[in-house]
């Protein structure tokens, strides 16, 4: 248990600290945002009616960002195969690697996922849901997608093929997280979506990092 | 029979028969199917486009089909680390890819007349084409990475994460369709099907299954002369 302390206390740290952490994910969440009025027109009952759901679409790209570097880094440099040989089973090295990615990546979008949504014209009710929503489904967003970073580990084309692979097991997410967003917004009951979404969150936090340790085992032998 | 087969040299015995008349069976099989779907009787509510059907729905049938193809061969070649399972996931996905994308052409040509519009948002039509790019996402991870026991290996794990998700994102999308449209109206297709469409659409579906079936072999087939071809040159090099 100790040990996947540490590894996780070291993967916060390599998040935060490398190439701008989490800022950088921000701001491309922000400038795909700002597409949006630009792509559809300024008018703001067109921009309301879809800002909640585009801000999902936004978070779903945006936590693609960092993923390429998840596993990658390790991989090259040598890491990996001493994680692999050493006391921590890679299973809770994957773990780490996935709530790390969730911490620094998903928690910041959340919460930059109100105000987008908001600036975009959503209404100031669903504040509260935006953020819990995005909030949960990162924690699926991360461990889903560190399942492509993983996979992808020693093939040449790193970022576009693990956004090929990743972006279809997005749907349930995207779907739920919007849905409740949605729900809330039409005056319906809002909780099953969001029951849903967190169960799709743990569930790919319980299962994904078997499937992170089998990809990262197949790249190493 | 898996056991008996998973020999190499025996299942390149076994198929060297078996693909060909599988082939012919097929071509049997979706002759008449065509043929039958030609004269059948139009449908009193859709007409001469009800034809689309016979190839529409087996191909959706395949389509899944061999998804749980290559989950099971994935699974064997995990498990067992047989290389003739890493062939047969190499070898299925693009008839399994071709099937869904079969499947997605003919129901937006079926789609055109009968809905008035090549596509829809639809759960089922959206969780194909979700099967379909998992399908690709399968086989440009397998054509991304050089090694090609990686390749297979990595690949196989993708299908099986696939075939865990799929059920959720064919109950997600379900679910989401209900959220924004209940009531489907195109759901309006009338009473049970007739025996007169029923033999065509069986007679296709099986003879697709054939098709594949032999398909599969050749390709398997292939794989292994490929591997023998390659272990050849090998030796001729050092």
Known sequence: MNGFWVMLRREMAMAWGRGGGPLLALTFFVATAT??????????????AVAPGSAWLALALASLLSLERLFERD????????LALGPVPLEAVAFAKGLAQWLTNGAPLALAAPVVAVALGADLRLVPLIFISALIGGLGLAFTGGIGAALSLGSKRGGVLIAVLV???????????????????????WHPALGLLSAYGLAAAALGPFAMAAACRNALS | MFQALANPQRFMDFSR??????????????????????????????????????IHVPAAYMAMF???????????????????ADAA?????PLGAGFTFLALVTGSLWGRPMWGTWWVWDARMTSVLVLLLLYIGYMALQAAIDDEVKAARAASILALVGLINLP???FSVD?????????????AGGPTMPPDYLWPLALMAIGYMALFGSLWMVRVRSEVWRKRANGLALQAAG
């Not at chain 2, 043929?35 to 001469?48: C, I, N, R, S």
């Not at chain 2, 989950?71 to 047989?82: D, E, I, P, T, W």
Request: charge should be negative; charged fraction near 10%; include cysteine.
């Open chain 1, 35 to 48: 597409l949006l009025p630009l792509a559809v027109g300024a008018s703001p009952a067109r921009l309301a």
């Open chain 2, 168 to 170: 959720i994102i064919k």
């Open chain 1, 75 to 82: 991989y090259e440099d040598g890491t990996l195969d001493l």
């Open chain 2, 89 to 93: 996931g190499r070898a299925c996905a």
């Open chain 1, 167 to 189: 972006l279809p097991l997005f749907a349930p997410p995207v779907i739920f997280g919007a849905g409740a967003i949605e729900a809330f917004a039409g005056g319906l009951d």
């Open chain 2, 17 to 54: 028969w078996a693909a060909p008349i599988l082939g012919i069976i097929a071509v049997i099989l979706v002759a008449m199917g065509l043929w039958l779907t030609f004269t059948v009787p139009e449908d009193y509510q859709q007409g001469d486009t009800v034809r689309i059907m016979f």
């Open chain 2, 175 to 187: 679910w989401w369709n209900t959220l924004h449209q209940p009531a489907s109206v195109f759901r």
């Open chain 2, 66 to 84: 061999c998804y749980a193809c290559l989950g099971g061969a994935s699974f064997m070649g995990l498990v067992f680390r047989h290389s003739l």
